[in-house]
């Protein structure tokens, strides 16, 4: 079965680091994108960044470049996502997704890292 | 880059046919047929329900279709059932990004 299973819940301070994980499962994980879709409460999906773990391509939302770090570990099947300095704005479900070529086409979906910053 | 435009809320009675549009501009929705629709019911992942404009992924009821005119595409779903009440979000290829997707900002179904 293809999956992409996410890492829990995190709660954290601001000014803190984090770095949350998706590790796929069930195809070749080197052979398609994985995507980053973040979803503040109330909120819709908003694309964040992907990456391409067959060589590291990388590419972001101009909204959320300098702001995340997107990462994979080929050898794991596990892309990441981390923050080197969390503001209670990050508070949001963080998806993660498949995605065959960089059109916005899913075909799996992760079940979603909730991170909660508050003081 | 701005979010692609829908409409907040649609309703419809059960049997109903509702259609849900998603408008951008030339550089994502008119110019690209890569236009995907996913379906949100709360506290779940979205699911995938049209892809390339009006293609549907296996295991996706025929009572949901797509199709694009212009700048705008819509979802159109036929045969309204309660269980098609959930948020839905299109999401579409850009050349106006570095990320080159972008979502709509969401439309909430409801099932009358």
């Known amino acids: 079965e293809v999956q992409l299973v996410q890492s829990g819940a995190e709660v954290k301070k601001p000014g803190e680091s984090l770095k949350i994980s998706c590790k796929g499962s069930?195809?070749?994980?080197?052979?398609?994108?994985i995507g980053w879709v973040r979803q503040m409460p109330g909120k819709g999906l908003e694309w964040m960044g992907i990456?391409?773990?067959?060589?590291?391509?990388?590419r972001y939302s101009p909204s959320f470049q300098g702001q995340v770090t997107i990462s994979a570990d080929k050898s794991i099947s596990t892309a990441y996502l981390q923050w080197s300095s969390l503001k209670a704005s990050d508070t949001a479900m963080y998806y993660c997704?498949?995605?065959?070529?960089?059109?916005?086409?899913?075909?799996?979906w992760g079940k979603g890292t909730t991170v909660t910053v508050s003081s | 880059q701005s979010a692609l435009t829908q409409p907040a809320s649609v309703s419809g009675s059960p049997g109903q046919s509702i259609t849900i549009s998603c408008t951008g501009t030339?550089?994502?929705?008119?110019?690209?047929?890569?236009v995907s629709w996913y379906q949100q019911h709360p506290g779940k992942a979205p699911k995938l329900m049209i892809y390339?404009?009006?293609n549907r992924p296996s295991g996706v009821s025929n009572r949901f279709s797509g199709s694009k005119s212009g700048n705008t595409a819509s979802l159109t779903i036929s045969g309204l059932q309660a269980e098609d009440e959930a948020d839905y979000y299109c999401?579409?290829?850009?050349?106006?990004?570095?990320?080159?997707?972008?979502f709509g900002t969401g439309t909430k179904v409801t099932v009358l």
């Open positions: 997704a498949r995605q065959p070529t960089v059109t916005p086409l899913v075909d799996v």
């Open positions: 069930g195809y070749s994980f080197t052979s398609y994108w």
């Open positions: 990456i391409y773990p067959g060589d590291s391509d990388t």
């Open positions: 030339s550089s994502d929705v008119g110019g690209y047929n890569y």
């Open positions: 390339d404009v009006s």
């Open positions: 999401s579409s290829y850009t050349s106006s990004s570095t990320l080159l997707c972008v």
